[in-house]
């Protein structure tokens, strides 16, 4: 425990100072894996999962310090996620030996993302703003339930879950400068233009695979 408690104290430490907002160890770490995972799901590079599973540890350290208990939560939610999304890109395929093909949403997935993501957000959001200190309680909520549809349509290889993650995106950038977490703010900007790239090029593939089949 102490050892751990100890890991705990390094992450949550001050690497330096932005604008008089001190960026601890922990943003510093998390905004850096959180660039190279984003990057290597561009090119579906299956490194991209356990990169972002040690991403979750830092973050979730540093939101909870910021108060945004629901992306702090969002972060285990991540884990369980990128642990599956790892298996799925190398076994889950009904090739096993052959990458899972990117793919379009079906219909049903569309509606049940839907249906799942609005009433979830409206719960959490009131449940934060309810019982928690959070200063942004629906954007909070936002970030989470949309993040989790994302990198589940991530999970699955589904192009349109880029468009997902740009939302998320427009969103975290001024609730993050409202924390006066300005790096990761900006990584937000960075993640947008990588998200466009991504689907640009999973649209690349798509369509070639499209007329290979």
């Known amino acids: 425990m102490d050892v751990l408690a100890n890991m705990v104290a390094l992450l949550n430490a001050p690497a330096f100072l932005i604008w008089g907002a001190t960026v601890s160890w922990a943003e510093v770490l998390g905004d850096v894996s959180g660039a190279l995972c984003v ?4 090119r579906q590079h299956v490194l991209n999962w356990p990169i972002g599973l040690l991403n979750n540890v ?3 350290l540093l939101f ?3 108060m945004l208990y629901a992306d702090a939560a969002l972060q285990g939610v991540f884990f369980g996620l990128g642990a599956y999304g790892w298996w799925n890109w190398v076994r889950g395929g009904t090739n096993p030996s052959a990458a899972l093909p990117v793919r379009r949403s079906r219909r049903a997935e569309w509606l049940a993302i839907g249906g799942l993501t609005v009433p979830l957000t409206a719960a959490l959001a009131w449940l934060l703003a309810r019982h928690t200190h959070s200063p942004a309680p629906f954007w909070d909520a936002s970030v989470l339930t949309l993040s989790i549809a994302a990198t589940y349509g991530q999970t ?3 192009v349109e879950s880029w468009w997902l993650w740009i939302l998320v995106d427009v969103i975290s950038v001024p609730l993050y400068v409202s ?3 300005y790096p990761t ?3 937000y900007v960075v993640f947008g233009c990588l998200c466009v790239k991504g689907l640009l090029s999973w649209r690349r593939d798509l369509r070639l695979g499209e007329v290979l089949a």
């Open 156 to 158: 699955q290889k589904l």
């Open 58 to 60: 830092f973050w979730a």
């Open 39 to 42: 990057w290597l799901v561009t």
């Open 185 to 187: 703010a900006l990584l």
């Open 179 to 181: 924390r006066a977490l």
């Open 64 to 66: 909870w310090r910021a």
